[in-house]
């Protein structure tokens, strides 16, 4: 489980992420679930992952690869600002997920040096599919490539998925629109409901090729994200992407979204945040509302991540992680008992005490 949020301002966005990971009460470890990408200059996105890790992973590989199908060689951009806060605990941009560093087709992997355009033989039968990936690879990280070179890495790139897929049930590539290149991705799409559109594609492709082997073993597939960011010429937005692949967005009425562990962390959202909030005073209320579900929920744990957007700058002005031990977080979580207490010495008396017998 985890817990992320993101906050629609008229300033801008604010999004905030725990990174805990619980895969039994034995094994609990830590994953960035805040993905940044910017694919060209006229546009920015920042991704919130709550779900299955393997899904949330799978999706963030298979946008880094369409990317790269597209002539984006390099990772995600990230923008830069200093950092706010004290102490060693803060992070301006903390770690990206890595790049996809194996394709699986059929049951023969290609290694990482196959991908990288070794020469080393692939192992299996699809050795002499394998060295044409690692050609028409080779030439599009290599920033030079040729419409020929990325419609080739394309058409090698669906063929791998395809062959995966076959005999897995309930997987359809046509049905959730991962056949037609002509549909918008992060690079393409000139809205920002199209680029969730597309994450949501990636997801289902996902959790359909995954799903019934999942629950055969009692578990679920099923992922959630939270898209947020900018296209030039259209104004910044928020949206929330269901593991069915279908999306909502934010609005003025409905300024925050929430996936995973949200019930703990909503209350101080509900009566405090409205759009007119400052990035700073959002991003504060957002790390509390983290803060708060910790508190309550073991599943949900630091290093925190922080990051603001403003409006129409295609840039993410400020991003920190909280580790464990932060004061920052330890000196939220007194500030607000400490409210919560007078509070509750302010609140009306009872009769009985007004007027006791």
Request: aromatic share 6%; glycine share 10%.
């Amino acid at each position: 489980m985890t817990y992320c949020v993101g906050f629609l301002l008229d300033s801008g966005l604010v999004f905030a992420s725990d990174s805990r990971t619980n895969a039994g009460v034995d094994y609990i470890s830590t994953y960035s679930k805040m993905h940044v990408f910017q694919p060209s200059e006229d546009r920015l996105f920042v991704l919130l992952a709550a779900g299955n890790l393997a899904t949330t992973q799978a999706v963030l590989n298979r946008i880094h690869r369409d990317l790269l199908a597209k002539g984006v060689s390099t990772p995600p951009g990230v923008g830069s600002g200093p950092a706010v806060g004290i102490g060693s605990s803060l992070m301006q941009q903390p770690s990206q997920p890595p790049q996809e560093t194996e394709v699986f087709a059929d049951s023969c992997p290609i290694s990482p040096d196959a991908a990288t355009g070794s020469t080393a033989p692939a192992a299996g039968p699809l050795a002499a599919w394998a060295s044409d990936f690692a050609s028409v690879t080779s030439s599009v990280k290599a920033g030079n490539p040729s419409s020929r070179a990325a419609a080739d890495w394309e058409g090698l790139d669906r063929q791998a998925v395809d062959r995966a897929a076959v005999g897995r049930e309930g997987v359809d590539r046509e049905a959730v629109g991962l056949r037609d290149s002509s549909l918008p991705d992060l690079l393409s799409a000139r809205f920002l409901f199209e680029a969730a559109d597309y994450v949501g594609r990636v997801s289902v492709a996902v959790q359909q090729e995954y799903g019934h082997t999942l629950r055969q073993s009692g578990a679920s597939a099923e992922a959630s994200f939270i898209l947020g960011g900018q296209i030039r010429g259209d104004r910044h937005g928020l949206v929330l992407i269901y593991p069915q692949g279908n999306a909502v967005m934010a609005t003025r009425e409905t300024p925050f979204l929430q996936i995973g562990e949200s019930k703990y962390g909503k209350p101080p959202l509900d009566f405090v945040g409205h759009c007119g909030l400052s990035l700073e005073d959002a991003a504060r209320l957002c790390l509390i509302s983290q803060i708060i579900t910790r508190r309550s929920n073991l599943t949900v744990g630091p290093p925190f991540e922080v990051a603001l957007m403003p409006r129409d700058e295609l840039r993410i002005s400020r991003r920190i992680k909280l580790s464990k031990g932060a004061p920052e977080i330890g000196r939220s979580m007194d500030i607000w008992a400490r409210s919560m207490q007078d509070g509750l010495r302010r609140l009306p008396r009872f009769a009985w005490e007004e007027d006791p017998l």
